[in-house]
């Protein structure tokens, strides 16, 4: 039997300014689309271990990949100066 995806709440502010922020973002929209972490790893072509780093803001998660997650999942990254 598959595990049951509990869907998490939107952060507060679309604001990013530190990496555990960024990876509430992952993990809602993760958990939002009702995939596991698992699943969600696999589509992303990477280890789960590696998405769950992500998604509690550690550190050791190379850019491209956080950014082709982030991809995965729809959101968008800007960069204002």
Same mark, same amino acid.
């Given at each position: 039997?598959?595990?049951?995806?509990?869907?998490?709440?939107?952060?507060?502010?679309?604001?990013?300014?530190?990496?555990?922020?960024?990876?509430?973002?992952?993990?809602? !929209?993760?958990?939002?689309?009702?995939?596991?972490?698992?699943?969600?790893?696999?589509?992303? *072509?990477?280890?789960?271990? $590696?998405?769950? !780093?992500?998604? !509690?803001?550690?550190?050791?998660?190379?850019?491209? $990949?956080?950014?082709?997650?982030? $991809?995965?999942?729809?959101?968008?990254? *800007?960069?204002?100066?």
């Amino acid at each position: 039997m598959a595990k049951r995806v509990i869907p998490t709440d939107k952060p507060q502010s679309s604001h990013i300014t530190d990496v555990k922020q960024f990876g509430s973002f992952i993990k809602y !929209k993760r958990t939002q689309a009702g995939l596991s972490l698992e699943k969600a790893a696999l589509l992303c *072509n990477i280890n789960h271990l $590696t998405l769950s !780093k992500l998604e !509690k803001g550690s550190e050791g998660v190379r850019l491209s $990949t956080a950014l082709e997650v982030a $991809t995965m999942f729809g959101l968008s990254i *800007n960069v204002d100066d």
